[in-house]
């Protein structure tokens, strides 16, 4: 059984930072690309950083310049460092894996607040 857990939200001022974690655990022979998405009551989710296996990047034009996701295929665990927060990047972030298990599959973290706000 593989879970993702997330960790590092909270509240922060507007113009603050916050690093999101998302740490994999369970029976995994390969992660592939891992990605960061959020979502806010009444909207779908979004995709806001991916990232592959090799390290190549992808941003939401909403976070670029801003927003900076990274992994460490040792420790199974991807970061978010998000800096200059702004009040509409409010929502719920959640972590994807696209993997190897017993089985190829996708899974998703149960989700971590953002809430920024003065």
């Known amino acids: 059984q593989v879970q993702l857990v997330e960790s590092g939200g909270g509240l922060v001022q507007p113009g603050g930072s916050l690093r999101l974690s998302c740490d994999a655990s369970?029976?995994?022979?390969?992660?592939?690309?891992m990605a960061w998405y959020r979502q806010t009551p009444g909207k779908e989710r979004e995709l806001v950083a991916a990232i592959t296996s090799r390290g190549t990047t992808n941003y939401a034009d909403f976070v670029k310049g801003r927003f900076t996701i990274s992994r460490d295929n040792i420790k199974r665990t991807m970061y978010l460092q998000m800096n200059n927060l702004k009040p509409e990047d409010t929502a719920v972030y959640y972590c994807?894996?696209?993997?190897?298990?017993?089985?190829?599959?996708?899974?998703w973290g149960q989700g971590t607040q953002v809430t920024v706000s003065s």
């Open positions: 994807r894996l696209q993997g190897i298990g017993f089985s190829p599959s996708e899974w």
């Open positions: 369970g029976t995994l022979f390969r992660l592939n690309d």
